[in-house]
């Protein structure tokens, strides 16, 4: 049984998002009707070797000529060197404008192949398979691609909406437990944006998705994607409501730069859940919401298994973070912009022309 949530507004055409098992196996059928030419699978070196056969297979069962291009696994991917050898391989392989890319893989292929796909001449289609929870819940919806550079993550990119995204619950079963929880992050993150009940339901019974329950993860990437796909579809480019979504990345992406994009000091998941607790502690020593609440989520976070303070990601010093936040992509007229909230399921956007309660709150959360 699947399930589809439609995304789309007035500003892109309209998508689907299709969640259930064995996907995989039925793409060729599903990818058909936008197939007009070939299509050329771009994924990395692992997901490759494990679902790459599958989704081949699949395909040209259907009758679609295709071939899978690899790039190296990780964020490091995520890079101009990466984008401009994949950028030549489409042009080596002679695509055109009735041609479809199709990302097969996490975030980074899904943001690097997407990007890849606005910039080939001018646009061409492209189709969304990730295989990561947190690419299902998040970032293979809703048309953001980018790729990172040295001053901060997501910099340089372009909004490209993909033409179908295949969510298939039964890859989740081949991540490392790590990675499972980095994408538990991003579901827990749509519960605390707007959805008090969800994010009561992924604290109790809910709860088994995060060590990889088949059905408990099905309810929580539909609900997700339904999540997101609402906020999407009524603001595209993030002109207002679709910057809530970026709860926990302000303080995550800081994080993260200051890491160096290292995955094996924090995965990018866990840093938005950091990130989430950071909002909601701060959010409370402002008076904007209920120390409970703060509370609450810690306790919920590290009960999947995810980092709460700053400690347990190693040592920073508080200007170099808020200096990595002023650089934020949201970030106006050198102040800092935050996604913070009243309560649970009630995040909102603040812009801060003075950091200095930022500063002082991350000095008072252990850094230097």
Same mark, same amino acid.
């Given at each position: 049984? =699947?399930?589809?949530?439609?995304?789309?507004?007035?500003?892109?055409?309209?998508?689907?998002?299709?969640?259930?098992?064995?996907?995989?196996?039925?793409?060729?059928?599903?990818?058909?009707?936008? %197939?007009?030419? +070939?299509?050329?699978?771009?994924?990395?070196?692992?997901? %490759?070797?494990?679902?790459?056969?599958?989704? /081949?297979?699949? @395909?040209?069962?259907?009758?679609?000529?295709?071939?899978?291009?690899?790039?190296?696994?990780?964020?490091?991917? /995520?890079?101009?060197?990466?984008?401009? +050898?994949?950028?030549?391989?489409?042009?080596?392989?002679?695509?055109?404008?009735?041609?479809?890319?199709?990302?097969?893989?996490?975030?980074?292929?899904?943001?690097?192949?997407?990007?890849?796909?606005?910039?080939?001449?001018?646009?061409?289609?492209?189709?969304?398979?990730?295989?990561?929870? *947190?690419?299902?819940?998040?970032?293979?919806?809703?048309? /953001?691609? %980018?790729?990172?550079?040295?001053?901060? /993550? !997501?910099?340089?990119?372009?909004?490209?909406?993909?033409?179908?995204?295949?969510?298939?619950?039964?890859?989740?079963?081949?991540?490392?437990?790590?990675?499972?929880?980095?994408?538990? %992050?991003?579901?827990?993150?749509?519960?605390?944006?707007?959805?008090?009940?969800?994010?009561?339901?992924?604290?109790?019974?809910?709860?088994?998705?995060?060590?990889?329950?088949?059905?408990?993860? =099905?309810?929580?990437?539909?609900?997700?994607?339904?999540?997101?796909?609402?906020?999407?579809?009524?603001?595209?480019?993030?002109?207002?409501?679709?910057?809530?979504? !970026? *709860?926990?990345?302000?303080?995550?992406?800081?994080?993260?730069?200051?890491?160096?994009?290292?995955?094996?000091? @924090?995965?990018?998941?866990?840093?938005?859940?950091?990130?989430?607790? @950071?909002?909601?502690?701060?959010?409370?020593?402002?008076?904007?919401?209920?120390?409970?609440?703060?509370?609450?989520?810690?306790?919920?976070?590290?009960?999947?298994?995810?980092?709460?303070?700053?400690?347990?990601?190693?040592?920073?010093?508080?200007?170099? *973070?808020?200096?990595?936040?002023?650089?934020?992509?949201?970030?106006?007229?050198?102040?800092?912009?935050?996604?913070?909230?009243?309560?649970?399921?009630?995040?909102?956007?603040?812009?801060?022309?003075?950091?200095?309660?930022? @500063?002082?709150?991350?000095?008072?959360?252990?850094?230097?």
């Amino acid at each position: 049984m =699947t399930t589809v949530v439609s995304v789309g507004g007035g500003t892109f055409t309209p998508y689907d998002v299709v969640v259930g098992r064995g996907l995989l196996h039925e793409a060729g059928a599903r990818i058909a009707p936008f %197939a007009r030419g +070939r299509t050329l699978i771009v994924s990395d070196e692992t997901v %490759a070797a494990i679902h790459g056969p599958a989704l /081949k297979s699949s @395909l040209e069962v259907s009758g679609i000529r295709t071939e899978i291009v690899s790039v190296p696994a990780g964020e490091a991917s /995520k890079s101009f060197a990466e984008l401009e +050898r994949l950028m030549d391989r489409l042009l080596a392989a002679g695509l055109d404008r009735k041609d479809v890319v199709v990302a097969l893989g996490g975030g980074v292929v899904g943001d690097l192949a997407g990007l890849a796909a606005a910039l080939y001449m001018r646009g061409i289609d492209f189709i969304q398979v990730p295989t990561t929870l *947190l690419a299902q819940v998040d970032s293979s919806v809703g048309g /953001k691609t %980018a790729i990172d550079t040295p001053r901060g /993550k !997501n910099l340089v990119g372009a909004f490209h909406q993909p033409r179908l995204v295949l969510a298939d619950i039964d890859v989740l079963a081949t991540l490392p437990p790590l990675q499972l929880r980095s994408g538990w %992050a991003e579901v827990l993150k749509h519960g605390l944006i707007c959805d008090a009940g969800f994010f009561d339901w992924l604290a109790a019974d809910g709860a088994a998705g995060a060590t990889g329950d088949a059905e408990a993860l =099905t309810r929580a990437v539909i609900r997700s994607v339904e999540i997101k796909s609402a906020i999407v579809g009524e603001d595209e480019k993030e002109a207002g409501r679709r910057a809530l979504l !970026n *709860l926990g990345h302000t303080f995550g992406h800081a994080i993260e730069a200051e890491l160096g994009f290292e995955e094996a000091a @924090l995965a990018h998941g866990e840093a938005v859940a950091l990130g989430c607790c @950071l909002a909601f502690r701060f959010s409370a020593g402002q008076g904007l919401c209920d120390p409970v609440d703060a509370a609450r989520v810690e306790q919920v976070v590290a009960a999947a298994g995810l980092p709460t303070r700053l400690v347990q990601a190693g040592r920073f010093s508080a200007e170099a *973070l808020l200096g990595r936040m002023a650089g934020d992509k949201k970030a106006e007229g050198g102040g800092v912009t935050l996604i913070l909230a009243h309560g649970i399921g009630r995040a909102f956007t603040q812009r801060f022309s003075d950091p200095a309660p930022i @500063l002082a709150f991350l000095r008072q959360e252990g850094a230097a």
